[in-house]
């Protein structure tokens, strides 16, 4: 298979403009999917199986540029896997609460979306420290730690609103 298929996902990183966002509504697709299947497990799976495959990826693609292209704008692997692992935060809480996979209530998968893109986007403290490393590891690196602050913002205000607001 050829390295490109998989480091654009299936060219979904050579749509324009933002191929990013392109990247994380498909992965968001994906993952409902996913999520549908096979619950949280699932999920959470494919999740690994995707960050170990785009670490694979991403380094032979990685290879064949030149230096000076750190962050290639249509490798959007990654946003999937940072993507990912932001919808496992409402995932689990789902799935500890019993809904059936099919049900994933909007504001679980739009919360993991708009958080995701805004901290991928804006870089704050580790993520932009990760995307500086430059490389295969900072590539795949600043998207997981952004899905991963994500993840805790979803988890954070599903708490918060189920918690306080619904109190």
Known sequence: M???ILTTVFYVGTLRPASG??????????????????????????TVAVTALG????????????????????????????????LLAPSLGFWMAGLD??????????GAFVLFRLFDIWKPWLVG??????GT????????????????GVFLAAGLYHGVIMA
């Open 2 to 4: 050829n390295i490109r």
């Open 21 to 46: 966002t392109w990247g994380s509504a498909a992965a968001v697709a994906l993952g409902l999917l996913i999520h549908g299947l096979g619950g949280f497990p699932l999920l959470a799976l494919a």
């Open 55 to 86: 670490f694979w990826s991403v380094a032979r693609d990685m290879a064949t540029r030149e230096a000076s292209d750190t962050d290639p704008s249509e490798i959007v692997i990654d946003e999937v896997a940072g993507q990912w692992l932001a």
């Open 101 to 110: 996979s099919w049900n994933f209530p909007w504001p679980g998968w739009v």
């Open 129 to 134: 420290r990760a995307d500086r490393m430059g």
């Open 137 to 152: 590891v900072g590539v795949m690196l600043d998207d997981l730690i952004a899905g991963l602050f994500a993840g805790i």
